[in-house]
Every structure is written in C-alpha cells, then in structure tokens.
C-alpha cells in the first residue's frame, strides 16, 4: 500500500502564491498517473491537475490553467503543485493521489475514480 503525505497548504492573501508537496514515502516501482485534486464542503472533488511520471501528459482544470504547475522530485519521490496569483475561489482541501495500475493519464483525460492512492489533504485557504 502507497501512502501519500501532502504538506505546503496554509492561508494566503489573494495574489499570492502556495507549494503543495505530497510525500510518497518508500518506492513506487514503474510508472504511474499522479493527480492533484481539492473539494470544498458540500461539493465533490475538483481536478486540477494531472500528468504522468515518466514524462508529459501534463494536465490542468480550467479554473487553474495558467496558475498551476504540476512536477515531482524522482529522488525524494514527492508531487508538487505550484500555484500562483491564487483567488478565493482557490479555498479547499487539496488532495495528492496516484494511479498505478493504469495509464489512463496518457490518453488525455484523468478520472479521480482511476485513481488508487490518496493523501489526507492539506488546506488552502486564500483571503480577499
């Protein structure tokens, strides 16, 4: 079993910016879709980013194109998600989670149900 740590998420005026890490402790062996998400209460989970870790495939909700990068550290085996000019809308829990069983990153769409492995969540919570 994978277990993902996520950490960075904290409170930040609008404008600014947030690093989101998620740990994955131990070795994933091969390839696999990593994902970042975030829901607010009373609503379901929102993608907002996806790609693939052996490279490309790299892929942004609507609401943070532009704002969000999505990358990973191979040697610390740990996600990342930048975010920049954040805007209150940007408010929720933030959720890193992988798939490694299928590629299904690779075919230009993620689904949170292929998704096999999830964090905690960690909260983001920008002020006006």
């Known amino acids: 079993k994978v277990q993902l740590v996520e950490s960075g998420g904290g409170s930040v005026e609008a404008g600014g910016s947030l690093r989101l890490s998620c740990s994955a402790p131990?070795?994933?062996?091969?390839?696999?879709?990593m994902g970042w998400f975030r829901q607010v209460p009373g609503k379901g989970r929102e993608g907002v980013a996806a790609?693939?870790?052996?490279?490309?495939?790299?892929m942004y909700g609507d609401a943070v194109k532009g704002r969000a990068t999505i990358s990973q550290d191979n040697a610390k085996n740990t996600l990342h998600l930048q975010m920049t000019n954040l805007k209150p809308e940007d408010t929720a829990m933030y959720y890193c989670?992988?798939?490694?069983?299928?590629?299904?990153?690779?075919?230009?769409?993620?689904?949170?149900?292929?998704?096999?492995?999830w964090g905690q969540g960690t909260q983001v919570t920008v002020s006006p």
């Open positions: 989670a992988i798939d490694t069983e299928t590629r299904h990153c690779t075919l230009g769409f993620w689904r949170e149900e292929q998704f096999i492995y």
């Open positions: 131990g070795y994933i062996y091969g390839d696999y879709c």
């Open positions: 790609a693939w870790s052996g490279g490309g495939h790299t």
